[in-house]
């Protein structure tokens, strides 16, 4: 039996830097590629490097990137034979993958079946038992919550957490530290998810106050091979969402590595899994490992995991989407690796999004510095969609020259126009607890990271000249003669 | 001039109208974004004539969006009397609600937005007396 069947023109359905990330990997495999957009990224950066691009829709993501049939007529009218979903949008989407392969096109990701039987974490909790990966203890909870459940459910010890069966990205959690809040916490996280993904079941896990929260990295290819490449420490969120993310963890000892990688491989294989994909854990101090869920797509994150092992593995699903067998690959990382996430946000008001313009953006280099950004110098940050802007990586032969190197990268980095996280990022990465490796999920909430100082005299003075000036553009020296780029006054120091 | 740091508040008489070496600005608006030693400045001008004197009567208060986004929900009508803390307006952007609260208890003067409706940062949705 063989598989095998050559690629040559690839649908990348997705935006952003991962868009990029995608065409990068394609262009590199001697893969034509093709883009999509819609009306609010005509001029995105994704756009601008693809062979070709289809115009899906407007704005909004239900009318253009989450639509199926607008994304397989745009594969069908470029003559596509694969698809490229990312990550987010339709990355775990069972009816998405079978409506690509449906249309006699590859899907590169796993099986739908693999993605349905995680992509509900209830069916994904008992599959996973049943394989003998340890799974958080928890409950079910069946229609409108009896007593009887809530014997099962104090049987844990308080605290827990309530979760969406459906759910993801943190919505409609809810932590219980009391018995007397657990009813109507069932109740409001039923309301949450019922909306956010119709379908209102719920259950109730043990909840860990201070875990780690680690994951493994795998890969399957066709012909039954799966292998897991390390793991990822990514236990630096905020509103449970990751904003740093580093490989290997500090964590974890070689002995510790070849249990959670053996446990990740056990779930793979548990549902047939194939393409790259992602085991979640969580970590108590102890060296305890708990299945928290599988991510049936490629990982935010995945540039740690690559930089550490110096591998591509947007190249590797490729080419097991074409039927190839997995290479060798190394069993422990050479590097480590680090990544902070920029996002259009504002860390001084509760991490709020925020959009606009991109009047400036300057990305860093540098030895052991890599970016992977989705925007450009004038780009709208648009409401529509996910505030992050890139992921800025620094590998080091230790973990303390890549931090150092991160440090120094987002220094470097500047984002006028908009208002992002650099400075906080850079703050988190100097605090004791980052430096010394000593995280936990709840670290930010309680981490008191040092105010933002107040602008030195030059920062007022440069204000000033913008402010005061005439609305045509001029720059430091060479006052009012040329427009530059913007229809914005931009200043420089320096010149006569 | 009179400017003030967007972020920290801090506002201060500017004499000099220089960009010094390795240092840039720009102006988006009312805005000037300053990126100056590895650190990213915001900072607005502040009217002479309004700072002390031609403020609203204390008693006013523009509930501003905190975002830019979509009107989720409004919570409450013109009229209404409401307590400090009460969630006014839910704003959402980038699959994260907000809720906009009451600063004080009061009464709603204007509502300005509807449900559904898109707003930009510092569009006023509220007003309370």
Known sequence: MTYARRLSRVLVANRGEIAVRVLRACRTAGLECVAVYSDADREARHVALADAAVRLGPAPAQESYLSIPLLISAAQKTRCDAVHPGYGFLSENADFARAVTDAGMVWIGPPAEAMEAMGSKISARERMKAAGVPVVPGALIGAPAASGTFEEILALGLPVVVKASAGGGGKGMRVVREVSSLSEAIASCRREALAAFGDSTVYVEKYFDSPRHIEVQILGDMHGNVVAIGERECSLQRRHQKVVEECPSPAVTPELRSRLCRAAVEAARAVGYVSAGTVEFLLEPSGAFWFLEMNTRLQVEHPVTEEAFSLDLVALQLSIAAGGRLPELPAAPSFHAIEARVYAEDPDAGFLPQAGRLLLWVEPSGPGVRVDSGVITGQAVDVHYDPMLAKIVAKGRTREEARRRLVAALRETVALGVTTNLSWLGRLLESDPVIRGETHTSLIETLALPAPLAPPDEVFAAAASVLSGPAAAAMGGTKSSSPGPFDAPFRMGGGA | ?129
Do not use: C
């Open chain 2, 1 to 129: 001039m009179r400017l003030r740091d967007l972020r920290t508040g801090e506002e201060r008489e500017v004499a000099g109208k220089d960009v010094a070496p390795g240092t840039m600005a720009l102006r988006a608006g009312n805005v000037a974004w300053v990126s100056h030693r590895g650190e990213t400045y915001r900072l607005s001008a502040v009217p002479r004539f309004s700072s002390r004197t031609a403020r609203r009567p204390e008693d006013t208060h523009s509930l501003e969006a905190p975002m830019p986004g979509r009107i989720l929900g409004v919570r409450t009508a013109a009229g209404a009397t409401v307590k400090k803390g009460d969630t006014l307006v839910l704003v959402e952007a980038m699959k994260m609600e907000h809720a906009v609260r009451a600063p004080k208890d009061g009464t709603v003067a204007r509502v300005l937005v509807n449900e559904g409706q898109m707003v930009g940062l510092g569009d006023v949705l509220v007003e309370m007396e």
